[in-house]
């Protein structure tokens, strides 16, 4: 049971460059979020997916799209990356009936150029 | 306006002492309050919820919530080195969207 898993863990992008982050989860959660996590800023929501085939925005959700592929996939694209996309990402996953119990993955620390 | 605010620390407290750990919010919908642990470069996990108003405890940690405030607290008893960590407050409307603020780093001297 590995939990929440997030790859890749590490990424430096150069302005202008895609790329997706990928997160699964094995806990057979319902819902899914993906969090940007910036110095003095916290945690912020980007997008969430309460289940699978929906998604919603959260707080920052410019410049990022997301992708809830099946159940346990959740998944985020930058179209062209921005230095104001550096940060580190976290993936977290809850069930239903317990949205307060999040569970996080470790994280992608990603640097833009 | 931010809607939490927490005071980043650093908070250098010694081995068994109580560490008392705070944050203030905008939102007076606010109904789901949280704590969560982070150790350095790892993801956040949950040590306290509560839902509205109380207190509740867990073993060393008490988490209060003073609605009227708008003012939560975490205190940790007898605190341990292995307490040294960041601690992120959260806090929701509707258990779908999250606010957290930006964390306060305990260390705990041995």
């Known amino acids: 049971n590995a939990g929440v898993t997030q790859t890749p863990k590490f990424q430096v992008l150069k302005t202008g460059q895609s790329m997706t982050l990928q997160c699964a989860q094995d806990?057979?959660?319902?819902?899914m979020y993906w969090y940007r996590q910036d110095p003095g800023m916290g945690l912020r929501l980007i997008y969430y997916?309460?289940?699978?085939?929906?998604?919603d925005k959260g707080e920052v959700p410019n410049g990022y799209n997301v992708s809830r592929l099946n159940k346990r996939e959740f998944s985020l694209r930058l179209e062209s990356a921005a230095p104001s996309q550096t940060s580190v990402y976290f993936c977290?996953?809850?069930?239903?009936?317990?949205?307060?119990?999040?569970?996080f993955g470790p994280g992608t620390r990603l640097l833009v150029l | 306006q931010k809607e939490v605010e927490q005071d980043p620390g650093p908070l250098s407290v010694p081995e068994g002492a109580i560490v008392s750990l705070n944050c203030t919010y905008s939102?007076?919908?606010?109904?789901?309050f949280m704590w969560y642990r982070q150790y350095s470069r790892k993801g956040p996990e949950l040590l306290m919820y509560?839902?509205?108003?109380g207190n509740k405890e867990d073993g060393r940690f008490t988490a209060q919530v003073d609605k009227s405030s708008k003012y939560i607290s975490l205190f940790i008893r007898d605190s341990q080195p292995s307490d040294s960590a960041t601690y992120l407050c959260?806090?929701?409307?509707?258990?779908?969207?999250?606010?957290f603020g930006s964390g306060t780093k305990l260390n705990v001297k041995p």
């Open positions: 959260a806090m929701s409307l509707n258990i779908n969207k999250f606010y």
């Open positions: 806990m057979n959660h319902n819902s």
């Open positions: 977290a996953s809850s069930e239903v009936k317990v949205q307060e119990t999040q569970y």
């Open positions: 997916s309460a289940s699978e085939g929906t998604t």
């Open positions: 939102n007076s919908a606010f109904q789901y």
């Open positions: 509560t839902y509205s108003s």
